[in-house]
């Protein structure tokens, strides 16, 4: 079946450092990939998307390519915040009906 | 517009009891899913819709059921309450047909079963 391996945290990173967050995934045909961002007692919501291969998504500084050679999905930044504080999912959907299969998840915390 | 709620944010739940988690989405979306969060374990779909009157179980559905009777509205039953559904609760919606398509999450219900 499909699934999603993303790192794990906690990653702690000073104001200003680069950030990457490694995802990659197993998945029958081509998947859509994303990455979902949860704010603390918040819900999760939609980072960035990449639909096919070599497609580069990005938001808020942040980016990620979709290498289908490496089924990859890594998220990067090149300059955090504070506020970048969080938790960010990896997720990939394979079917018509929408699902998510997510990562497990990684803890970002950014110290001022 | 307020999105995609979920009622209640918080509950405790004594092991065999019952209880039903509503979210409500007022975009007018087909599709509608609830997942429960766990440390370690990402979101994992316990049920979803894709549209009235109908459901179809997920990854993680057993000990659980649903309803979507009218089309702004998800509802998820415990029956008889187990430790293990101890888990953070998500709802989500989603429009029509699917694949790229932004799902929206409410804010989550945190449910304890002692």
């Known amino acids: 079946g499909n699934s999603v391996t993303q790192m794990e945290g906690p990653v702690t990173l000073s104001e200003e450092a680069f950030l990457t967050i490694n995802c990659t995934y197993t998945?029958?045909?081509?998947?859509?990939l994303f990455w979902y961002v949860q704010y603390p007692g918040e819900g999760l919501q939609l980072l960035l998307k990449a639909t096919k291969a070599d497609d580069k998504g990005s938001n808020k500084g942040f980016e990620a390519t979709y290498r289908k050679e490496t089924t990859s999905f890594h998220l990067e930044k090149g300059s955090v915040q504070v506020s970048d504080s969080a938790v960010y999912f990896c997720a990939l959907s394979a079917d018509s009906w929408g699902k998510l299969q997510f990562g497990a998840g990684t803890q970002v915390v950014v110290t001022p | 517009n307020a999105g995609v709620t979920q009622t209640p944010k918080f509950r405790v739940l004594k092991t065999g009891q019952s209880m039903t988690l509503l979210c409500a989405q007022d975009?007018?979306?087909?599709?509608m899913y609830w997942y429960r969060q766990d440390p370690g374990m990402g979101l994992r779909l316990i049920h979803y819709?894709?549209?009235?009157?109908?459901?179809a179980k997920g990854e993680v559905p057993d000990g659980y059921n649903v309803s979507r009777l009218k089309k702004q509205n998800f509802l998820l039953g415990l029956e008889s309450a187990a430790p293990s559904q101890t888990s953070v609760y998500f709802c989500?919606?989603?429009?029509?047909?699917?694949?790229?398509?932004?799902?929206?999450f409410g804010p989550g219900t945190r449910l304890t079963v002692t």
């Open positions: 975009m007018n979306h087909e599709y």
């Open positions: 989500a919606s989603n429009r029509e047909l699917a694949v790229t398509y932004e799902q929206y």
């Open positions: 819709s894709v549209g009235e009157g109908t459901t």
């Open positions: 998945a029958t045909g081509y998947p859509s």
